[in-house]
């Protein structure tokens, strides 16, 4: 199904072309004036200059060719006028825009064109370091790649999203020594012992994880345990047994670990693989980059010039490996491209990681393009993502000012939104005791009616009557409260996070990430409660609207929700074109504006006219599935009620 700007090119195309002009410029766009027309084409301001001629008198010429008999189809719009200095305003004709959409419930994906051949797309996101807990430094890798893969996947292409851990660094080596001493009796580090290894590894992961940032720690005061924190990890990396059998314990356990974290986050990879599998290809690479010429000496090092005549600034070679023959997170990563290209050839590499590595993934996707591991014509993109602070605008810090854990912020998150739902509802504290007093101004054990249920609701703005609407709700038990809490704080600090640029700073603010109201979350999944509210009591209530059509709007909110509707698969394949998911979060607010307005201005469930009910009805299911669907993509559901 093709989306409404490219119909509407299409026929500015065919009118510019009909009047003697190259059709390029009947490009329409979306309206930067809605108060004047919808869509607008700009082309014969540019027309004007290539045929020296006046832009509007350009403008008036297709206007009088799209107006005549000979011109657009006369269904399409209810509006064609040219304005000065040149500008071709456009209005959809109503019973045009209401086809478009009964087409867009009809069909898979409301009508988005899959593709004839899907490419493979390769997104590498997460990254964290095993024997470490995920803190809230992980969040952007994660929600950000998570939402990629999510809407890659919804636009028809086969996606493989893998985790890359750090499993195979100086980390490894760190632990190790650690472990040796405060463990020194282990068979690990018995040179004489001959038998096998215990399948049991030695530690928890709650000891691992005090393990791993004492031995750093030390490593940064102590030159000698530092040493033998190197050497530990070259040994590992060249397959001694008993570090080969303590690694093998580590990965376990942490394993284990993020991925109960990553579940809770609701984020999923197709592939655990880390930095150790890189290693069988690491001494081909080396060896393949030395013999091609690519590989020099320096300082005992290994490097590869990276540095391009067309460069701006002057970028340092690529280190492929250290004076001591130990590999680095460059060689990895190019260990890995080998590895990828072997097993899936993917078309195209997506690399989500913080903005402070752009010279490190410079470096890695032109070495593995000038030594021909991939094609020159494949895209090789990487998106580096901004800090998380707190409102004094550093990092994010727990109060005593350490790095704060990811379970323990969605911890938080979730406890907020709890309180909310406490403040708004009565929750019953457990079965067979008194419900709690917060029943939203109702006497406790008396029943609150839902205004979800009461047809119109008067306010100023689309949104202004939520906070009411909540505490009119009826009384929730514990266990619903929990669930729907841990759903709407998932909401709350995705949507918090993904509705910035990837690329820019932004403040983690509690409050404003909980609220039922603006631009958030809650207020994205109350929006969509909503609907499956009215959804629920028109069903109870009055005959199906399964035989119902769409009808052409009946006012100005109705076509403001009609509009926004048409435009998601374009703001869809433009989100991904651009890697984008902050389009997706503007794009659901708006469509979430749109329908609480219209709410606003139509009492839907006491309608008399049935076949506007039923329109209007099949009108906000379109909606609520739209929605879903958009939030769907960025990682998270809505509830039942809230």
């Not at 199906?544 to 009808?551: K, N, S, V, W």
């Not at 609520?624 to 993509?633: M, N, P, Q």
Request: proline share 4%; with cysteine.
């Amino acid at each position: 199904m093709k989306k409404i700007l490219d119909m509407i090119s299409a026929q500015m195309e065919q009118a510019f072309e009909a009047c003697g002009y190259e059709k390029h410029f009947g490009k329409a766009v979306l309206s930067n004036r809605p108060d004047l027309c919808e869509y607008q084409c700009n082309g014969a301001m540019a027309a004007a200059k290539a045929y020296k001629k006046k832009p509007i008198d350009i403008a008036n010429q297709v206007t009088a060719y799209l107006t005549g008999s000979g011109g657009a189809e006369p269904a399409m719009f209810s509006q064609i006028s040219a304005v000065m200095p040149g500008f071709i305003n456009l209005c959809l004709d109503g019973g045009f825009l209401a086809d478009y959409l009964k087409a867009m419930e009809s069909e898979p994906k409301f009508g988005l064109e899959m593709p004839e051949k899907p490419k493979k797309i390769m997104i590498d996101y997460g990254g964290p370091n095993v024997a470490k807990p995920l803190h809230v430094g992980h969040l952007r890798s994660a929600v950000i790649g998570e939402s990629i893969r999510r809407m890659a996947a919804f636009l028809g292409y086969h996606v493989i999203g893998d985790v890359h851990l750090g499993d195979w660094g100086l980390q490894m080596g760190l632990i190790i020594e650690e472990l040796r001493e405060r463990k020194p009796e282990l068979v690990y580090f018995q040179e004489a012992y001959e038998g096998e290894y215990p399948f049991e590894a030695p530690f928890t992961i709650e000891e691992l994880e005090d393990i791993y940032p004492c031995a750093s720690a030390r490593s940064k005061k102590d030159d000698t345990f530092k040493e033998r924190a190197q050497a530990a990890t070259l040994r590992l990396q060249s397959g001694y047994a008993p570090y080969a059998a303590i690694w093998k314990h580590i990965m376990r356990i942490s394993l284990e670990d993020l991925k109960k974290n990553y579940g809770n986050l609701d984020v999923h990879f197709d592939l655990w693989k880390g930095e150790s599998d890189a290693g069988p290809y690491i001494p081909w690479l080396i060896e393949d980059l030395q013999k091609k010429g690519l590989a020099r000496e320096s300082q005992g090092a290994l490097v590869v010039d990276i540095a391009r005549d067309t460069d701006s600034k002057e970028l340092p070679p690529c280190i492929v490996q250290k004076s001591d023959g130990a590999a680095l997170y460059a060689t990895t990563d190019l260990g890995t491209i080998l590895e990828r290209e072997k097993l899936y050839q993917p078309d195209q590499y997506i690399y989500i990681a913080d903005k402070r590595q752009e010279l490190h993934y410079t470096q890695v996707f032109r070495v593995a393009k000038k030594a021909g591991y991939v094609k020159e014509d494949t895209p090789m993109v990487y998106i580096g993502f901004g800090t998380m602070n707190g409102k004094d605008g550093k990092p994010f810090k727990t109060r005593d000012g350490g790095v704060m854990r990811l379970e323990h912020l969605i911890a938080d998150i979730e406890a907020a939104v709890y309180d909310r739902i406490r403040e708004n509802r009565g929750v019953q504290k457990a079965e067979g005791t008194e419900a709690d007093t917060l029943t939203g101004g109702k006497n406790p054990g008396e029943p609150a009616a839902d205004v979800l249920t009461e047809g119109k609701n008067s306010g100023t703005e689309a949104a202004a009557d939520i906070e009411d609407a909540l505490k009119a709700g009826m009384e929730m038990s514990e266990e619903e409260a929990r669930k729907t809490a841990k759903m709407i704080g998932l909401a709350a600090l995705k949507y918090g996070d993904l509705s910035n640029q990837a690329a820019k700073d932004y403040v983690f603010d509690m409050e404003r990430f909980t609220s039922f109201t603006g631009n958030t979350g809650p207020y994205i999944l109350y929006t969509i409660v909503r609907i499956k509210s009215i959804l629920k009591n028109y069903q109870e209530t009055a005959e199906g609207a399964e035989d119902a059509l769409i009808l052409p709007d009946a006012g100005e909110a109705e076509r403001g929700l009609m509009l926004e509707l048409t435009r998601y698969n374009d703001v869809m394949e433009n989100a991904f074109a651009e890697l984008a998911p902050h389009k997706v979060c503007q794009y659901v607010y708006g469509l979430a504006n749109a329908f609480n307005g219209f709410y606003r201005d139509n009492e839907i469930l006491t309608e008399e006219n049935q076949g506007r009910q039923k329109g209007w009805i099949r009108l906000i299911t379109l909606t609520r599935d739209v929605l879903s669907a958009g939030i769907h993509v960025l990682g998270f559901e809505a509830p039942e009620r809230m």
